[in-house]
């Protein structure tokens, strides 16, 4: 029943969006979104996936299936988009950090982190196999066992930093986002780009 009442929720959601965007020139936003035009469509990767955004719906440029969440997701992304691009700070924050996160941080920490830690303790190499398949890019950071960067959407890179179980101390994880990413998208939906891509990794 719970998850009913979800999808009905997600589908509201989706339908106002819809509606919003037939409301603006959403092609127009295209170089500030990292998208391009195709079809009275804007085709935007959502982690590596192509998306097709348009006034009348959103789908997979590959098959035209797109989950409840990832409609979400790109519609605000449309919706959010700033008059202009904002200026890019160097600085990498955890959800935690971010000034109106305070009360998702645990649905993120819970979704996300823990979820990633507990699956892939003991398993660097099949995360890091994992993190590969979805388009990572490998870093070279001392400080943790392994560190990733995505790109959750084309103006919103993601990191994930991994230090694995040993005899003293847990695995551990985090994600971090730059700065600029809340001017791209409210908090609810960012937190969904962690939630999602712990999905994706351990389902990958």
């Known amino acids: 029943m719970a998850d009913t009442r979800k999808s ?16 603006i020139d959403y092609l127009a936003r295209a170089e500030l979104l990292g998208a391009r035009v195709q079809n009275e469509a804007l085709i935007i990767p959502l982690y590596e996936r192509l998306y097709a955004v348009s006034a009348s719906s959103i789908e997979s440029v ?8 990832v409609r979400v997701i790109l519609g605000k992304y449309v919706l959010t988009c700033p008059a202009e691009l904002p200026v890019i700070s160097k600085k990498w924050v955890t959800y935690r950090e971010f000034r109106d996160g305070a009360p998702l941080v645990s649905y ?39 560190s ?9 890179p993601v990191i994930l930093n991994f230090n694995d179980s040993d005899d ?9 986002y730059q700065e600029s990413a809340q001017h791209y998208l409210d908090m609810e939906c960012l937190a969904m780009t962690g939630t999602l891509l712990a999905g994706k990794l351990l389902s990958s």
């Open 8 to 23: 009905t929720v997600f589908d509201q959601t989706y339908q106002h969006y819809l509606a919003e965007i037939k409301k």
């Open 62 to 69: 590959e098959n035209g299936e797109a989950n409840d969440a």
């Open 108 to 146: 993120f920490t819970t979704n996300t982190n823990k979820n990633i830690e507990s699956h892939f303790s003991g398993k660097i190499g099949l995360l890091k196999d994992c993190c590969e398949r979805l388009g990572g890019l490998i870093e070279a950071n001392d400080s943790y066992d392994l």
């Open 148 to 156: 990733v960067t995505f790109h959750a959407l084309p103006r919103i």
């Open 168 to 176: 003293l101390f847990p695995a551990t994880c985090s994600i971090l």
